[in-house]
């Protein structure tokens, strides 16, 4: 532009009340054998100025030749123009709207716009053509800049391919809008440069005059960068393409400069400066080309696995090596974290290839106090305090986090004992359900374990719980009743005692090998401390018998006993088993011969 030095002394007032800019940042990163072209034209008849003509053109053209051993990879179409903005736009005839859009502005009435978006298909499409940009008409707003020469348009289409010829490149696509005067700073970071040969960085930029050159320099890393005659090192932003050698795009540049000689292997970042005493000029894209061979190491974390009532968990997870140039290597360390603490640290087990992965899982305890909530987060390259031993292209993506849900279950619930009478073994038969009357269930709910192990694993479960035989004489038995959330446990013990003698209502004394004693059963094996006493009709005690000495129906007391066999009759006896569970046992017995 040309401002009046009156209109230069309003615009250094005005600035205060500019539209913010967008800083320029990195967009995407290509990393292979990948190159650039651009290709554009401006919507301005001739150069914009005070006197100039206040039209403006809506539709222009510009070629596309690529040769045939490059693939187009992506492609990117940037417009911009004096106030507000125009987001709809054809190519080729094919409508196009905005991904994204920045502005800009000198003052409160002299804003400007830029937009932004992925044509890619369009380009792969159409391939090698004249490429037109139309329905851009900036005819009906563009009057009021004219006076201050702050009227244009233009459009540019960045174009990344692949060629097999290419060394190992990173391409790194950078876009905003800042702009000068009086100076403009820009960063450049995600840069590793391993070798500088054929470096090269690239502009989109607006609104730059030919006509004017005022202290306008362009450097990086501190130093002048030109490419004579096209771009002088006193003018810049020019109207010029440096991939066509046009010089005629008034009030735009696409151009491109050797950086070779002024940035260092080494470097991971590069400062950008340009300074102008009067042109205004807005830097829209930047591109850079370095040759690199670095790996990009990045993890997914694909799936989990949680076991019910355990702080342990299973992560199944993918290291990649995609958009990368070299090999990413062997023992490339991993470590998750939980609330920024680490928790488990593993390594790639193989060298990864460019565009391979490897996958892999690993077993994780979680803390108790963490909650039944976790966020997990993965970092590669991160041997468990934050540090990286491998050099990448883009350090800024080696993390993924899940959000796991933990299957905590309630403590056991400890329910009563389960007894049975064991009839002198160690084993005895055993209703489990019985053990379960203080809670409500149903049986398809419920699953009875030997083990906590079987029962978490759900393995080995009881077949018959309603006529368990006991394993061990003390034994716990695990019951998993599963709930809406997860399961609950119960435990109960089993216990066993002797059974209670059984004691027959009679006997024969005859020696026909049929009830010829006073059997009763479940004592002289079990009880073998007890005591039998035996009364006749008239309270007179006739027999005391004991483990050893069973009654025969003879007596062995009382005044007149001799041994002989007692009359046929009813006999009173009381059994003393001698055994703190159980209180001595009375009745009568019937002897008959």
């Not at 590793?192 to 005022?214: R, T």
């Not at 998750?336 to 994780?364: H, K, M, R």
Request: proline share 4%; glycine share 6%.
């Amino acid at each position: 532009m040309k401002p009046t030095p009156y209109i230069f002394t309003l615009l250094l007032w005005g600035m205060s009340l500019a539209i913010s800019a967008q800083t320029v940042t990195l967009y995407e990163q290509f990393n292979g054998r990948y190159d650039y072209t651009a290709i554009g034209n401006t919507m301005n008849t001739v150069e914009n100025g005070v006197y100039g003509i206040c039209t403006m053109l809506n539709t222009s053209s510009a070629n596309l030749s690529l040769d045939n051993n490059q693939n187009i990879v992506a492609a990117y179409l940037y417009w911009a123009g004096s106030d507000t903005g125009d987001f709809e736009v054809s190519l080729n005839g094919i409508p196009v709207s905005a991904d994204r859009s920045f502005s800009d502005a000198l003052d409160t009435s002299r804003v400007f716009f830029a937009a932004f978006a992925d044509v890619t298909a369009i380009v792969l499409a159409q391939g090698n053509t004249d490429y037109t940009l139309s329905d851009f008409d900036l005819n009906s707003v563009i009057a009021p800049y004219c006076p201050t020469g702050t009227n244009f348009g233009g459009w540019a289409l960045t174009v990344i391919y692949e060629d097999s010829n290419l060394p190992l490149n990173q391409v790194n696509v950078y876009d905003g809008l800042q702009s000068v005067p009086d100076n403009l700073t820009i960063t450049l970071d995600n840069l590793n440069v391993l070798d500088n040969e054929n470096a090269k960085i690239g502009f989109i930029a607006w609104e730059g005059d030919s006509s004017i050159a005022v202290n306008e320099q362009l450097t990086i890393n501190g130093s002048v960068i030109s490419n004579p005659p096209l771009n002088p090192a006193n003018n810049a932003f020019n109207g010029t393409n440096s991939f066509t050698g046009a010089s005629n795009l008034y009030n735009m540049d696409i151009d491109v400069y050797s950086i070779q000689n002024h940035i260092n292997i080494g470097d991971n970042s590069a400062t950008i400066a340009l300074t102008s005493g009067q042109d205004f000029v807005m830097i829209n894209n930047i591109i850079t080309v370095l040759n690199s061979q670095l790996p990009d190491a990045t993890i997914t974390l694909d799936s989990n696995t949680v076991f019910c009532g355990d702080q342990t968990i299973e992560v199944f997870f993918t290291v990649h090596n995609t958009n990368s140039t070299g090999i990413l290597p062997a023992l490339t360390p991993i470590t998750f974290y939980v609330n920024n603490v680490p928790l488990a640290t593993t390594s790639t087990l193989n060298a990864i290839a460019i565009d391979g992965s490897e996958s892999q899982s690993i077993l994780i305890e979680i803390p108790e106090d963490i909650g039944a909530v976790v966020n997990l987060v993965a970092f590669v390259d991160d041997d468990g305090t934050q540090q990286g031993s491998v050099t990448e292209s883009n350090e800024e993506n080696n993390s993924a986090s899940a959000a796991i849900e933990l299957l905590l279950i309630s403590d056991l619930i400890q329910l009563p004992n389960l007894n049975a009478c064991n009839e002198g073994f160690e084993t005895a038969t055993y209703n489990l359900y019985e053990a379960l009357t203080t809670i409500d269930y149903t049986i398809e709910d419920l699953q009875f374990y030997r083990s906590l192990e079987d029962l978490e694993s759900e393995t080995f479960p009881i077949s018959m719980p309603s006529s368990y035989v006991n394993i061990d004489p003390d034994e716990t038995i695990y019951v998993r009743m599963e709930t809406s959330l997860c399961y609950d446990i119960y435990e109960f013990k089993l216990t066993t005692e002797n059974c209670p003698p059984y004691v027959p209502e009679g006997f024969s004394p005859n020696n026909d090998t049929k009830n010829d004693w006073f059997n009763i059963q479940g004592l002289y094996d079990i009880f073998t401390a007890h005591e039998l006493q035996v009364y006749n009709r008239y309270g007179e005690l006739i027999f005391v018998g004991d483990n050893d000495t069973p009654w025969q129906g003879r007596t062995n007391r009382g005044l007149n006993h001799n041994g002989n066999k007692v009359p046929v009759g009813t006999y009173y006896y009381i059994l003393y088993l001698n055994d703190s569970d159980y209180k001595p046992m009375v009745g009568w017995v019937y002897v008959n011969y």
